[in-house]
Antibody
């Protein structure tokens, strides 16, 4: 069964850190560019970051650049998002998503995880 | 990275056609044909309904169609049905090699 499953969310204090994981099953993560996106409560979708299939190239949204780091372990078929210097406005459900083209990021997210909730609060 | 501009809400009666616009700039929609659309029902995850401006993934109804003119992309829903009531988001690749979403449009079936 093809699926993505996020984990690692939870409650963290402002200024704290959290690492999210996204485990892929039913397909090889190395075939795809992968992204992290989020959705704050009652708000719209926000793209955060992507990483190339080899892991050598990544980009970030301005809102998280310098604070978040995307990485992947293709051997473990897992994607990660290291989140540092967290703020209240980072409170959201975080999704990982697969762009199946394999050669670029296009916004064609055909597969999404169910999301993991991150709450930043003291 | 300014968000793409979508109307907050669009409504229509069953059987009608509605169009949702998504306005960007020459830094995103105006330059690339990497425009996608997502449908999100309440308390559900997003579902891809259009990619590459006008392509439909397998299993998506033919009632959904996409187009682009200049800096504006559009999603048309034909033969509106009750199940189409949802939030819709557009997304585009940008000249900064990033992606940007629109703020979302709530579709109401009257």
């Amino acid at each position: 069964q093809l699926q993505l499953v996020e984990s690692g969310g939870g409650l963290v204090e402002p200024g704290g850190s959290l690492r999210l994981s996204c485990a892929a099953s039913g397909f090889m993560l190395s075939d795809s560019y992968m992204s992290w996106l989020r959705q704050a409560p009652g708000k719209g979708l926000e793209w955060l970051s992507f990483i190339s299939n080899s892991g050598t190239y990544s980009e970030y949204a301005d809102s998280v650049k310098g604070r978040f780091t995307i990485s992947r372990d293709n051997a473990k078929n897992t994607l990660y998002l290291q989140m540092d210097s967290l703020r209240g406005e980072d409170t959201a459900v975080y999704f990982c998503a697969r762009d199946p083209t394999g050669v670029a990021i296009t916004g064609r997210f055909e597969m999404w995880g169910r999301g993991t909730l991150v709450t930043v609060s003291s | 990275q300014s968000a793409l501009t979508q109307p907050a809400s669009v409504s229509g009666s069953p059987g009608q056609s509605i169009t949702i616009t998504c306005t960007g700039t020459s830094n995103d929609i105006g330059t690339y044909n990497y425009v996608s659309w997502y449908q999100q029902h309440a308390d559900k995850g997003p579902k891809l309904i259009i990619h590459d401006v006008r392509s439909r993934p397998s299993g998506v109804s033919h009632r959904f169609s996409g187009s682009k003119s200049g800096d504006t992309a559009s999603l048309t829903i034909s033969g509106l049905q009750a199940e189409d009531e949802a939030q819709y988001y557009c997304c585009s690749y940008t000249t900064r090699s990033t992606l940007v979403f629109g703020g979302g449009t709530k579709v109401t079936v009257l």
